[in-house]
């Protein structure tokens, strides 16, 4: 595109790009996400800036969001070696040109920092592109749960997939 994106991880002073590409990837990707656009539109701010109390990373194209990741450490001190991968969106014209992986490298080096040695997450068994991109990554199915996401009143699969940082 011949601007240069920066990737970095967004605090409370950052939640207006936060929210904004957040409420984009669930405008834009319904079917993508467990969560619903409705749901999120109607948070307050407070509730915005609690979201970043775990790890959140945007990717800007100079000022504007055009991605985002986010990271969900497992609570169990017997499972904090283990994180979920969450919210992961690409702008749909940035899609292919690096954007993703460079927003899941962030995302895994901040982890490997915290002492998080899996990664984990869940990704529709509808979205294939997705999939692939996770295998490129190093990332392996582990199971699927049928029907364990319901969109527009269908059930589609969770694949499960994780991937060994440390």
């Known amino acids: 595109m011949g601007t240069d994106i920066t990737i970095r ?17 669930l405008r834009a990707e319904p079917s993508a996400f467990a969560a619903s656009y409705d749901h999120w539109a109607t948070l ?3 509730e915005w800036v609690a979201r970043l109390s775990e790890p959140v990373f945007v990717a800007f194209e100079g000022d504007e969001p055009v991605g985002l990741t986010g990271l969900f450490r497992q609570r169990s001190s017997k499972m904090s070696h283990r994180a979920i ?10 899609r292919g040109s690096g954007v993703a992986r460079d927003l899941l490298k962030a995302t895994a080096d ?11 997450l869940a990704v529709t068994a509808e ?3 997705a999939i692939r991109f996770y295998q490129r990554e190093g990332f392996i199915e582990v199971g699927r749960i049928p ?6 009143g269908r059930e589609i699969d969770d694949v499960m997939m994780v991937r060994r940082i440390g």
């Not at 991968?85 to 940035?94: F, K, N, P, S, T």
């Not at 901040?110 to 984990?120: D, K, S, V």
């Open 127 to 129: 979205n294939p592109a």
């Open 9 to 25: 991880r967004i605090d409370a002073t950052e939640v207006e790009a936060f929210k904004r590409i957040r409420l984009e990837a």
């Open 147 to 152: 029907g364990g996401f319901l969109h527009e």
């Open 44 to 46: 307050s701010t407070e």
């Open 110 to 120: 901040h982890a490997r920092e915290i002492g998080i040695r899996l990664l984990e």
């Open 85 to 94: 991968i969450i919210m992961v969106y690409v702008r749909q014209g940035l």
